[in-house]
């Protein structure tokens, strides 16, 4: 069984930086992708950063420029480096991890990020 447990939500002001971390424990298979999603008041969960197990990455348009996903395969850490946060940054993040081989879908339980304007 796959854990993923989130750290580093909180509390900043428009225009300041927090960082998220994720860290899988479990039965992790090699090829793999982990990311972060959030879901805020109303709205459907959405992919914010997302960055595979060889390197590559992909963001949401609206994060683009200010958020940065990095990941350490040795450790199944991965962390979203987020930047020039704006009050509608405001959400739930959630870790997740999706593997290829068998294609399994994980989530963590969240993390608070709320930017007060």
């Known amino acids: 069984q796959v854990q993923l447990v989130e750290s580093g939500g909180g509390l900043v002001q428009a225009g300041g930086s927090l960082r998220l971390s994720c860290a899988a424990s479990?039965?992790?298979?090699?090829?793999?992708?982990m990311g972060w999603y959030r879901q805020a008041p109303g709205k459907q969960r959405e992919l914010v950063a997302a960055?595979?197990?060889?390197?590559?990455?992909n963001y949401a348009d609206s994060v683009k420029g200010r958020f940065t996903v990095s990941r350490d395969n040795a450790k199944n850490t991965v962390d979203l480096q987020m930047n020039s946060l704006k009050p509608e940054d405001t959400a739930v993040y959630y870790c997740?991890?999706?593997?290829?081989?068998?294609?399994?879908?994980?989530w963590g339980k969240g993390t608070l990020v709320t930017v007060s304007s």
């Open positions: 997740n991890l999706k593997t290829v081989t068998p294609m399994m879908t994980y």
């Open positions: 479990g039965s992790i298979f090699r090829l793999n992708v």
């Open positions: 960055i595979t197990s060889g390197g590559g990455s």
